[in-house]
């Protein structure tokens, strides 16, 4: 009897298998109202989320947060472009490690460079050359989805340490122990690159601070 791996290994296969990007040209090309982005938001990402039948994958009152907080542009006339869903695509896989003030550092300086509030805006900075959101968005997930296989072989390689270590238990102990000790590795590995991330993102430079108008 061992602690599961082979189930752990199957996961492990199913979510290497469900992590691809939303492609940008299914993100429809006219701008949405705020039911019209969550409920998109939900049936693109519900198969990654942990228990899709309880959490929600984005609210309205998160989105409403985004903007308040400058993690979002803020919608034209209630209403939210291509821009927007993309950032709000990648927001989601940040929330889960990084706070809101860490999201703001790494994507406000982007967002105000590169992202407009209207898809129309999207497709005319397309047309002119410009570099668009959608580039950027493409090229990063590009590059995640060029690395799912040494990701696989990393989290085998903690399945593997986990599978030998506390040989000497007995069987009971062992299971439960093994367990653990691969929920110890990989939560190290974590551990290290979301301190690397909040390294680089302190050396971020941070914007001045805007000067109050005078009355």
Do not use: W
């Not at 999207?122 to 997930?141: K, P, V």
């Not at 799912?148 to 599978?163: K, M, S, T, V």
């Amino acid at each position: 009897m061992d602690f599961g791996k082979a189930r752990v290994e199957k996961e492990l296969a199913r979510i290497l298998h469900n992590y691809h990007r939303v492609s940008v040209e299914d993100i429809p090309n006219i701008d949405l109202y705020m039911d019209q982005v969550t409920t998109f938001m939900e049936e693109r990402l519900r198969h990654v989320n942990r228990d899709p039948r309880e959490e929600k994958i984005m609210t309205k009152t998160m989105i409403n947060n985004y903007v308040k907080n400058r993690v979002l542009l803020s919608p034209v006339r209630k209403k939210y472009g291509r821009d927007h869903v993309l950032l709000l695509i990648m927001i989601y896989y940040f929330k889960s490690i990084l706070s809101i003030g860490d999201i703001q550092k790494l994507i406000a300086p982007v967002m105000d460079r590169y992202a407009v509030p209207t898809s129309r805006e999207a497709d005319q900075r397309g047309r002119e050359g410009s570099l668009t959101m959608a580039e950027i968005y493409n090229e990063i997930f590009a590059g995640v989805e060029d690395q799912l296989p040494q990701i696989g072989e990393d989290c085998r390689r903690h399945i593997a340490i986990a599978e030998k270590s506390f040989a000497h238990v007995p069987e009971k102990d062992r299971v439960r122990l093994q367990r653990f000790n691969l929920i110890c590795q990989l939560s190290a590995d974590v551990y290290a690159k979301k301190l690397l991330i909040e390294r680089l993102l302190d050396e971020e430079p941070q914007p001045e601070p805007e000067k109050k108008r005078k009355l």
